[in-house]
């Protein structure tokens, strides 16, 4: 008996230093310059790059059911993006703005594809330069660093405006709606996907959502979650959509990325067991926040926003 109660004691201590630990390494948001030191860690580590590959996004699952390859729903899910809002009608040549482009995986496949002139910025120098050692010479890609907050592109400088996943890591959402739009010519295509809440205000948290809530901001540099009506909202106001904005939920198409996530490190060990031991430890530390992700995404407490229109 002795012997039991003294295990459980020891097993408790374990998970609540593990606990501390992981809360005290959180990623907390405190300008763009914390989430671009985080992703210039995540890409100079290798880790994400060799366990997600080439897209920092969840994939594509048609029948919201692991049927797909984890990469190839990645691949999917640009596809099926490029298909809703209507990119394929883009005439060859024209020009696409990827907003928070991460090392260039949506990018690229929009200039091969879809023979579009693609440019990629994002907020880490780590990752433009991954981006474009990853780009073949010839593909009309260009990747800069910059703020999504302060796009320096003249009004109306783009045929189409894409941002993937991008919009979490953005404290003010109006400015960054605002800076897409400013740049999108009128008659142009907005196609954006994003990580939401669902409406907090009509329907408040329980105290354990709020915790969860807590350790998914606090723990991938996200300043603040909208809900996909009040980010709807915000594109809506703006006189470049004219009001015209389309959103939908994508939660179910997506959400068997998150645990395949987790298996992807068990189907191909050796992309990460070939980092070292450091990096088994940091593949594991993720492992929380991302069966929390899963939780929050398919109890409906987080959503996959998607949003279309034409400027
Ligand atoms: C989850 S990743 C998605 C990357 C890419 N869209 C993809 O799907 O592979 C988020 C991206 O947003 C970028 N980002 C976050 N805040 C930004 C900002 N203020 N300005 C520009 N890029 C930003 C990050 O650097 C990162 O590339």
């Known amino acids: 008996m002795l012997e039991l109660l003294f295990t459980f004691?020891?097993?408790?201590?374990?998970?609540?230093?593990?606990?501390?630990?992981?809360r005290?390494?959180?990623?907390?948001?405190?300008?763009?310059?914390?989430?671009?030191?985080?992703?210039?860690?995540?890409?100079?580590?290798?880790?994400?790059?060799?366990?997600?590959?080439?897209?920092?996004?969840?994939?594509?699952?048609?029948s919201g059911k692991k049927n797909i390859d984890f990469r190839e729903a990645k691949i999917q899910f640009v596809h099926e993006l490029v298909k809703w809002s209507g990119l394929d009608k883009l005439p060859k040549g024209s020009r696409i703005l990827d907003v928070g482009c991460g090392i260039g995986g949506s990018s690229?496949?929009?200039?091969?594809?879809?023979g579009l002139n693609v440019t990629g910025i994002?907020?880490?120098?780590?990752?433009?330069?991954?981006?474009?050692?990853?780009?073949?010479?010839?593909?009309?890609?260009?990747?800069?660093?910059?703020?999504?907050?302060?796009?320096?592109?003249?009004?109306?400088?783009?045929?189409?405006?894409?941002?993937?996943?991008?919009?979490?890591?953005m404290n003010d959402k109006?400015?960054?709606a605002d800076e897409m739009l400013r740049t999108l010519r009128p008659g142009g295509y907005l196609a954006l996907a994003d990580?939401?809440?669902?409406?907090?205000?009509?329907?408040p948290p329980s105290l354990f959502e709020k915790l969860v809530l807590k350790q998914l901001l606090e723990q991938w540099v996200h300043p603040n979650f909208t809900s996909i009506k009040e980010f709807r909202n915000i594109l809506s106001v703006n006189k470049n959509s004219a009001?015209?904005?389309?959103?939908?939920?994508?939660?179910?198409?997506?959400?068997?990325?998150?645990?395949?996530?987790?298996?992807?490190?068990?189907?191909r060990p050796f992309a990460i067991l070939s980092l070292g031991p450091l990096a088994i430890l940091k593949s594991v530390r993720e492992i929380p926040t991302i069966i929390l992700m899963n939780w929050a995404f398919r109890k409906g407490l987080m959503e996959f926003g998607v949003y279309k229109c034409r400027g």
């Open 122 to 169: 994002t907020i880490s120098p780590g990752q433009v330069k991954r981006a474009r050692e990853l780009t073949p010479l010839g593909l009309n890609c260009n990747f800069l660093v910059m703020d999504a907050m302060n796009l320096k592109f003249d009004d109306g400088s783009f045929d189409a405006i894409w941002s993937v996943e991008a919009g979490a890591h």
């Open 9 to 22: 004691f020891l097993l408790v201590l374990f998970f609540l230093v593990l606990s501390i630990i992981w």
């Open 243 to 267: 009001g015209k904005v389309i959103s939908d939920n994508w939660n179910t198409y997506t959400n068997p990325s998150w645990y395949d996530s987790i298996f992807e490190g068990i189907r």
């Open 108 to 114: 690229r496949i929009l200039a091969k594809y879809y």
């Open 195 to 203: 990580w939401n809440s669902r409406d907090l205000r009509s329907n």
């Open 174 to 176: 109006t400015k960054f």
């Open 24 to 62: 005290k390494s959180a990623r907390k948001y405190i300008s763009s310059g914390t989430v671009a030191s985080a992703y210039d860690a995540w890409t100079q580590d290798k880790l994400l790059e060799r366990l997600w590959g080439e897209h920092i996004h969840l994939g594509f699952y048609p």
